[in-house]
């Protein structure tokens, strides 16, 4: 989810805004904060395929948000999804970005504390075979002392150790790019808690610094250091 526009202390949108995939709108519904996430056509696909596929995901979006949900980690309620146009109305979850409040936060050990419990959320998610897509510190909202997960809609069902490793990779390059001065500790916090959680962790962490040697053209002893796979 893009962060223009955006006020992390209070909300996760105060206003409208549009990402690679979908426009977002703030709006009330029956008396409730919600997120209206609408796909919009395409002009540059076919009009067929891009019903076929704006339909799909908005469909995919949903069960993911509900499956995540029920493997018990925190998403916005869905209040409403409306498949011919292609919209989700679901709850506007009050709260801080996880990438503000890391920024705002002095405390190493709270932060490193943080970033374990999301990779123990991360790892029931993969255990229940969900890919989150977009896994990144501005897709997750503290809200107090929980967590939400929002923005599933790059978000697959997959069993593939693959597609999992992936995931890795996206939260590792998160941190590399967003958090720099502690991306190393915050990327071991991570696996600490990933592997709570995720029986198959060394498994996905040994394929995701195969992933990365390749995209990086380096040997994978080159980055194998950075993950925990003894």
């Not at 943080?114 to 890919?131: E, Q, R, S």
């Not at 069993?159 to 490793?165: C, H, S, V, Y």
Request: proline share 1%; net charge neutral.
């Amino acid at each position: 989810m893009k962060e223009s526009n955006l006020d992390a202390q209070n909300s996760i949108r105060d206003h409208d805004t549009w990402g690679a995939e979908a426009f977002l709108f703030k709006e009330q519904w029956f008396g409730f904060d919600v997120i209206k996430k609408v796909r919009s056509p395409k002009k540059y696909r076919i009009k067929e395929i891009d019903i076929e596929l704006r339909t799909s995901r908005t469909i995919i979006e949903s069960k993911l948000l509900i499956a995540a949900k029920k493997a018990g980690i925190k998403t916005p309620n869905i209040f409403e999804i409306d498949l011919e146009d292609t919209t989700i109305i679901m709850e506007n979850i009050a709260g801080i970005l996880v990438k503000e409040w890391l920024k705002n936060c002095s405390d190493a050990t709270k932060q490193n504390e943080l970033i374990k419990l999301i990779g123990n959320y991360v790892g029931i998610l993969h255990t229940n075979d969900i890919i989150h897509g977009d896994l990144t510190t501005s897709n997750i909202i503290k809200q107090n002392d929980d967590l939400y997960f929002i923005d599933f809609g790059l978000g697959k069902f997959s069993q593939a150790i693959e597609d999992k490793a992936v995931d890795i990779l996206l939260i590792k390059k998160c941190f590399t790019s967003t958090h720099t001065q502690s991306d190393k500790e915050f990327f071991f916090a991570f696996q600490e808690g990933y592997m709570k959680t995720m029986n198959q962790a060394t498994s996905i962490f040994r394929r995701a610094a195969k992933a990365e040697a390749r995209a990086r053209h380096l040997k994978e002893d080159q980055v194998i250091a950075h993950y925990l796979v003894s």
